[in-house]
């Protein structure tokens, strides 16, 4: 154990004491217990940062299953530190905001702490692990965390829809990274991402490089609701704000993007994992952009707006995964800004959507609804709140002075970065993927101002609005406000963030000298492209937004039937509906036709066992003489029991069961087994009693089971098992693998006192054996005399009634 | 001897099977007994048969037969008359209450 390990186990042994807090401690809102938890973390994590800033890892193991290589290794490098400030830093702010944002009386605090701290723990697990199975836990940790968060209020149904959605979309992912890791151990023979890394080169050429990067991008996309897997994040929007604050939109949608820059050593330098990785970024910025323009709710807004920025950090990351496979210092430099920017705009990102997100759950909180339908002029009313939306829209439009503009200056740089370069052929693509850029970051723009003019201007219409609005509680508005003043104090000072965060990060995405150089971020470049590219974006995006009105019609024009989330549930609603008809073929509700389906796969496993493996002869059998009557008796007894199958008449048959078993005793007999045969002669004799009794009680047999019409299907199973135990008992008779320990027991008279081994060994050797077969005696006695004087009682209930 | 008791063996088995395949309470009930009788007689071979004397002591012989397995089976026995007893008063029961021995009109509701 380590410090670091406590960091990432302290969350989930903290969620074990929540009910308790919950259950006990009711007056005071959970929340102010869980609140220390992150501010400590981020305490910790905040020590180590001049360390690793320069320059320096940590790296501690606790061994799980080393003969696997599978061990709880943990690892701390730039780019896992800042990703668990993120996790620390705005965990704290959101536990803040929900103590105002759910009610103490009416919410289950203890479920939604729970699950919460969970997620911290399994976030802080995913960023800081170094061996990839532990990595892969943690991983669907988040996804799991994340459904029951979304289904957090699981009354309602879109609620539960939209978790078991995200679920599926992001655990399948999971598989997928699953997979890829797999194929990863096969190809390195190691677990840890920084042994796989060290040995990128050689991996290059391995035949499986190219399957293993697809299926940990698939896994990354899921994760981070790229094209075409972004449909599960607007539905996750059913979870209470603060989780949509910090799960979907500042943390675990980047754990995605958090793989992807993790894996750029090992994949990045590779026309495919360029291609790859910036074509889906730029489809994913570009189609969340244009649907977060349509949309209503505020929420799905900027979900949408989420799926478009975290497309944004993926082409980044994509583009400047180039970095690696040029040589040239100069070209170099050029995409390692583009990492940078990345690295960058992730920050920037977390603060002002999560302030974002914030604003919007106070909006939601103190007027009853989130539909820019029937908001509007509450600039008035809620003057803290426009403010806060101001800075977080004005901030992710791209607008000076707010770290927004300085991340996508440094994005359109590297878009147009691309235009110059030889490698891969990406300046064949020439001006499309600026181009592409460019006009995503026009309806950035537009949709930011529908954020803010569409909430807080326009007409007040109370009448609409479930509540009547007025400002949040100061508490409500702390967390946001702080985030707020990040995206301000960012662009002043984007140098000593730059210093402390980026460097580190940007040198652990970009090993060896690629990632060695200093940055200096600056808000004026002079008059250049980028400049312009900002300014064209400024004034069309006005033009757009003011006439928003008359074009926002062409959405309407795109059919919904073509829709991926009507592909979804379309898909869902057949896979069920092929499951529900398949189960119903074999699901009968008879028990007969379950045991057949048992002693059918029984016969077919253990049989095909039986034939296929070499192990098993029947030439060791050691046969002893035989008699004729020992046959006569063996034909007797198989005549008994086929007479007990065939027979038609109760009375045949029990006669028939009566001899078979008085047979058995017999052979007992002849197998030099006494005191069997005296039991098995009394036990049988009341058996047949028994029967008899039931003779009078029970029903004639069925005409059609009996000799006159044979079950085949029943009788072919049968025959099987027949088959089956003959061949295993002569199988065994050949395969005696340890000696008899009965030799023991010859020492019956010295030890127990009886010249009867078989006593003995009841009475004495196995005495708690015989004690325990007498109490199930005794409990099937007492179930026999209670079912018979149990009806008796009935009877009599009935006769006086 | 220990191949004609196998075979024996299996035969009991596969009627036992069969009647426990069946759709009468009573049957099936035959069937657990002989299913029983087929596993006593088991795990009696597999304990290998006739080399020796009963397993009593002061006879004087040479070698005595398995006593383990004998013991084993007269437990099994003992507990296979007790869960036969009990089954039977459950068929019984069964159909005093529902007034047939039919296992597929015993399955409950149709919705089920």
């Known amino acids: 154990m380590s410090w670091l390990h406590s960091v990432v186990l302290l969350p989930f042994l903290y969620a074990l004491m929540i009910p308790f807090l919950y259950r006990y401690v009711s007056r005071i809102h959970t929340g102010w217990f869980v609140l220390p938890l992150p501010l400590i973390l981020f305490v910790v994590l905040g020590s180590w940062l001049v360390d690793i800033s320069e320059g320096e890892t940590m790296l501690y193991t606790l061994s799980w299953i080393p003969s696997y290589g599978i061990n709880l290794s943990f690892y701390v490098d730039g780019l896992s530190l800042v990703f668990g400030f993120l996790i620390s830093g705005i965990g704290a702010l959101v536990v803040l905001y929900s103590i105002f944002y759910l009610s103490k009386t009416r919410e289950l605090l203890h479920n939604f702490y729970v699950y919460m701290l969970l997620f911290m723990g399994a976030m802080l697990g995913v960023v800081f692990s170094d061996n990839l199975i532990g990595f892969y836990l943690f991983w669907e940790l988040t996804s799991i965390s994340s459904f029951l968060l979304i289904a957090f209020w699981y009354q309602r149904k879109k609620s539960r829809n939209g978790a078991q959605k995200a679920m599926l979309i992001t655990v399948s992912g999971g598989f997928s990274m699953l997979a890829g890791i797999v194929l990863l151990h096969s190809m390195a023979g190691t677990y840890s991402i920084r042994g796989i890394i060290s040995q990128a080169g050689e991996l290059q050429e391995h035949s499986l490089f190219l399957p293993a990067m697809i299926f940990v991008l698939i896994g990354a996309f899921a994760k981070s609701a790229q094209f075409p897997f972004h449909i599960w994040l607007p539905d996750a929007m059913e979870a209470p704000t603060p989780i949509s604050a910090y799960l979907h939109s500042a943390t675990m949608v980047k754990a995605g993007i958090y793989a992807i820059a993790r894996f750029t050593p090992l994949f990045g330098g590779t026309g495919e994992w360029f291609w790859i990785i910036t074509s889906v970024g730029l489809v994913t910025l570009f189609w969340g952009a244009v649907n977060a323009m349509k949309q209503t709710d505020l929420k799905a807004l900027l979900a949408f707006s989420t799926i478009s920025q975290l497309g944004l950090i993926t082409s980044l990351l994509g583009i400047g995964s180039l970095a690696l496979a040029v040589t040239e210092e100069a070209e170099t430099a050029l995409y390692t800004t583009a990492v940078l920017a990345a690295v960058f705009h992730l920050v920037n990102h977390s603060t002002f959507k999560g302030c974002l997100f914030m604003v919007i759950g106070i909006i939601d909180h103190e007027t009853g609804t989130r539909d820019t339908r029937k908001l509007g002029g509450l600039m008035s009313l809620m003057p803290i709140s426009f403010t806060l939306t101001l800075i977080g829209s004005l901030s992710m439009a791209g607008v000076p002075p707010f770290n927004g503009f300085l991340s996508k200056e440094l994005f359109f740089t590297s878009s147009l970065s691309l235009e110059e370069t030889g490698i891969f052929s990406a300046g064949a693509a020439g001006l499309l993927i600026p181009a592409v850029a460019w006009v995503a970051s026009i309806f950035t723009f537009v949709y930011s101002m529908i954020l803010i003019f569409h909430t807080f201007r326009g007409k007040y219409r109370p009448r609409r609005l479930e509540k009547k609005p007025k400002e949040a509680p100061p508490g409500m508005l702390i967390s946001p406000a702080v985030l707020a003043a990040f995206v301000i104090g960012i662009f002043f000072a984007p140098n000593v963030l730059a210093h402390y965060v980026l460097e580190p990060m940007v040198a652990s995405i970009l090993p060896g000298d690629a990632g060695d150089f200093s940055i200096h971020i600056e808000a004026w470049h002079g008059f250049n492209k980028e400049l312009f590219m900002t300014l064209g974006v400024i004034v069309l995006g006005s033009i757009l937004f003011l006439t928003w009105k008359r074009w926002k019609g062409i959405f309407t024009l795109f059919p919904q039937v073509y829709t991926l989330n009507n592909a979804y549930s379309s898909g869902i609603l057949k896979a069920e509906q092929a499951a529900y008809s398949f189960t119903n073929i074999y699901m009968s509700g008879l028990t007969r036709d379950y045991i057949q389906y048992i002693l059918g796969i029984l016969i077919i496993l253990a049989g095909g066992m039986l034939l296929f493996s070499e192990g098993i002869s029947f030439r060791r059998i050691d046969v002893s003489t035989i008699e004729v009557y020992e046959v006569l008796l063996a034909v007797g007894l198989v005549a008994g029991a086929l007479t007990v199958m065939l027979a038609s008449k109760r009375l045949t048959a029990i006669i028939a069961i009566g001899a078979v078993g008085y047979l058995v005793a017999l052979f007992f007999v002849i197998f030099r087994a006494p005191d069997l045969a005296l039991t098995q002669l009394v036990v049988e004799t009341v058996s047949v009693a028994l029967y008899l009794l039931c003779l009078r009680f029970l029903p004639e047999f069925r005409f059609r089971e009996t000799a006159r019409r044979v079950q085949i299907p029943n009788l072919i199973i049968s025959l099987g098992v027949g088959v089956l135990i003959t061949s295993f008992t002569l199988a065994a008779q050949g395969n005696k693998l340890f000696p008899s320990i009965s030799v023991y027991f010859e020492d019956s008279y010295e030890l127990a006192g009886s010249r009867n081994m078989v006593n003995a060994i009841l009475a004495d050797f196995r005495g708690f054996d015989t004690l325990l077969e007498i109490m199930v005696l005794c409990i099937a006695g007492l179930g026999v005399y209670s079912l018979i004087s149990l009806r008796m009682k009935e009877k009599r209930d009935d006769h006086e009634n | ?112």
């Open chain 2, 1 to 112: 001897m220990e191949i004609l008791m196998s075979i024996t063996v299996g035969v009991l088995f596969m009627v036992a099977t069969y009647l426990m395949l069946s759709r009468s309470i009573f049957r099936i009930v035959m069937g657990l007994v002989i299913i029983s009788h087929g596993a006593h007689l088991l795990i009696l071979t597999m304990g290998g048969l006739q080399n020796g004397m009963p397993p009593l002591l002061g006879q004087e012989a040479a070698n005595y037969t398995d006593p383990l397995p004998q013991a084993l089976i007269l437990t099994a026995i003992v507990i296979s008359f007790g869960l036969t007893a009990f089954v039977l008063v459950l068929a019984y029961r069964t159909y005093d209450a529902h007034k047939t021995d039919d296992l597929d009109q015993l399955r409950g509701t149709s919705d089920e």
